[in-house]
């Protein structure tokens, strides 16, 4: 067998994202293989055998790469529609055009929405798509094809929608599965796709898309399918005050309790948004240790509401960022969230004691890990994980007079990336991505949103 290769950065400050927030104002970071080996203050140590690549760091920051836990790709084709909409009216305005979408299409949204992420030091990806036609081909697979093709780390949420407006919801009924099919394409696409293995680079997650959209049967057989595969479950909850208000007439009662009653708590479960959660909400979260993803941006765009970070994170409740899809997050990048999420939380009751620059690159590094069952694997820079890490650089025009550069990270204008690794591997050099071509992508993604608006304008 070859021996173990190894890539050695030093010379730059690391934020390892540990328990202890251990920081090294000048450090190195030891990759082997697919692992780092060691991290710490100073030069790297003398006498590595096999060391293929040495990069200097100097005037960089070395943080785990970002870990991305909620997106819808193919919303990449049809962004900047329904701009000035709550959550409600944009899904009625979009549903139609969704319903629509094929697999040249998902494939395309795709890669859009994994280039874009991955040129911002994303290294694990997630798309929760649960917009199915009849007859729009393998797009799970076309999916998982662009994941595999950019190099990142990827969770698909296979999504799906039973509940039309026929039924209460607010899917048009063209747009959605029955309970059965949606229930035999997921399993189907676990058993194609997930892999359970240290490492993994795709795993699949049950997702229903939200109390508005799926039955209650569809949420309760799903979460049984989920703990029957061992696989996580992954939904939108309490997003708005209208879902608040649609769970009480139909359901008598709030988001959570409903998720509760249908066996949608659990430390094998995150929920994207959770913005409008009371204090026993939160406490049902941190006692089941439910996850949550948080989408600042999105919350904004939709006058959603400011999720309650802060009183989660006392709480103990697991909680990771989310670009959300880009029809609600137009710039689909996850760095840019780090900011966001401090700043819109300082909007809050909290006010400047909400989140610091600590604990919002905690979020989308460690947080993100989390939330999607890989804090053993990824999302802090400790020997025997993944190499899963990004070399910001911090000495040009935007943040060379910047105090510290994790708050030069945080605060600061969206960092380039000089380097990025996933399991070792590098994925992004000078900010470019290496193993896809951005501008072909960028002219099939603007090809693919034309044949969408055609189609949709003809329906
Ligand atoms: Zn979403």
């Known amino acids: 067998?070859?021996?173990?290769?190894?890539?050695?950065?030093?010379?730059?400050?690391?934020?390892?994202?540990?328990?202890?927030?251990?920081?090294?104002?000048?450090?190195?970071?030891?990759?082997?293989?697919?692992?780092?080996?060691?991290?710490?203050?100073?030069?790297?140590?003398?006498?590595?055998?096999?060391v293929v690549r040495r990069i200097d760091g100097t005037g960089h920051l070395v943080t785990p790469g970002l870990v991305n836990t909620h997106h819808h790709f193919y919303q990449w084709i049809t962004r900047g529609l329904a701009t000035d909409h709550n959550l409600f009216n944009w899904l009625v305005a979009l549903y139609p055009v969704w319903a629509r979408i094929d697999e040249r299409m998902t494939y395309a949204a795709a890669q859009g929405s994994l280039a874009m992420m991955a040129r911002g030091g994303v290294t694990t990806a997630m798309d929760h798509h649960y917009v199915f036609p009849k007859g729009s081909g393998d797009l799970s697979g076309s999916i998982i094809r662009a994941a595999r093709e950019t190099g990142v780390r990827f969770t698909l949420a296979r999504g799906s929608m039973d509940r039309s407006e026929k039924d209460g919801g607010l899917p048009p009924d063209f747009a959605v599965e029955t309970l059965e099919d949606a229930l035999a394409a997921t399993e189907a696409t676990v058993d194609e796709h997930h892999d359970a293995s240290f490492g993994a680079m795709t795993q699949v997650a049950v997702a229903p898309c939200s109390p508005f959209s799926v039955s209650t049967e569809l949420l309760r057989e799903g979460a049984e399918l989920a703990r029957r595969k061992d696989v996580r479950l992954h939904t939108h909850g309490s997003e708005t005050v209208e879902e608040e208000k649609f769970c009480h007439e139909l359901f008598g009662m709030g988001p959570t309790d409903y998720f509760e009653s249908t066996g949608w708590l659990g430390e094998d479960v995150w929920m994207a948004h959770c913005v409008h959660m009371n204090d026993s909400d939160i406490t049902a979260f941190a006692r089941t240790r439910t996850g949550v993803a948080h989408c600042p941006s999105s919350n904004a765009r939709l006058a959603a509401g400011i999720a309650r970070v802060p009183d989660m994170l006392a709480a103990g409740v697991p909680v990771g960022l989310g670009v959300d899809g880009t029809a609600s997050n137009e710039s689909g990048e996850l760095h840019t969230e780090l900011r966001n999420a401090l700043l819109v939380n300082r909007l809050g009751p909290h006010k400047e004691a909400a989140l610091n620059a600590r604990q919002a690159l905690r979020l989308g590094t460690h947080g993100g890990a989390q939330v999607l069952g890989r804090a053993a694997e990824l999302g802090s820079l400790e020997p025997g994980k993944l190499a899963d890490l990004v070399l910001w650089r911090m000495d040009t025009l935007a943040h060379a007079s910047i105090a510290d550069p994790v708050t030069a990270l945080v605060f600061g204008a969206a960092a380039p990336v000089t380097a990025s690794f996933v399991g070792g591997r590098q994925i992004v050099e000078n900010g470019r991505l290496l193993h896809v071509d951005e501008d072909a992508i960028a002219r099939s993604t603007r090809a693919e949103a034309r044949r969408l608006a055609e189609i949709a304008g003809q329906g």
Do not use: F
């Open 1 to 50: 067998m070859a021996a173990t290769q190894r890539i050695v950065i030093e010379n730059c400050s690391v934020a390892t994202v540990d328990a202890d927030d251990t920081e090294y104002a000048s450090g190195y970071v030891v990759i082997a293989g697919d692992r780092i080996e060691a991290v710490g203050a100073g030069r790297a140590p003398e006498g590595l055998e096999n």
